[in-house]
């Protein structure tokens, strides 16, 4: 290492003044400085990936209209959220905010009028189940939402 005898910017006289300003220096000061010295290199780990960051990203007015008139043109509400870099829950309550129910139903209701005729012929909900190849609570949900009283369990009586 070659020692200078130009003046630095400590104050010194190369190596020999950096010596004479660190020994007067406090001793946290030391502390932070003997840190800093030993602190890996951060370029020199290539097996570090850079952390992506997401901020919260608003969404303008414009924007809005788009999603809403994309929604109802068949578009999921994972498609939007990819689309316009936000949560899916953030377009959740985008569309709510414009009256929009995101709820899906496993049944249209053309489904579910043919599933209370069924249900009240005597079929049972696993039938009605694999038939619409839907969940037991499925069908069993959309039948008491309308209005249907569900039968006790039991074996099912045979039909004459």
């Known amino acids: 290492m070659k020692v200078s005898s130009a003046p630095d910017a400590l104050g010194g006289a190369g190596l020999v003044g950096a ?13 932070v400085l003997d840190l800093a010295t030993a602190w890996p290199n951060q370029s020199e780990s ?13 969404l303008r007015i ?7 008139i994309a ?14 870099h936000v949560y899916r ?10 009256g929009i129910d995101t709820k899906y139903f496993a049944l249209s209701p053309d489904e579910l009028r043919e599933a209370v005729q069924l249900y009240g012929q005597g079929w ?3 039938d009605l189940a694999a038939r619409y190849e839907v969940g037991n609570e499925t069908i069993r949900a959309r039948l008491v939402a309308d209005g249907i009283t569900i039968r006790s369990r039991g074996r099912r009586r045979k039909i004459a």
Request: charged share 25%; net charge positive; no cysteine.
């Open 19 to 31: 010596a004479q300003v660190y020994a007067s220096l406090p001793h946290r000061v030391k502390k």
């Open 46 to 58: 290539p097996d570090r990936k850079p952390v992506k960051i997401r901020t919260a990203r608003q």
């Open 62 to 68: 414009d924007e809005v209209d788009a999603l809403v």
């Open 71 to 84: 929604f109802r043109g068949g578009a999921t509400v994972a498609e939007l959220a990819a689309t316009f």
């Open 89 to 98: 829950t953030t377009i959740g309550q985008h569309l709510r905010s414009r």
């Open 124 to 126: 049972t909900i696993a």
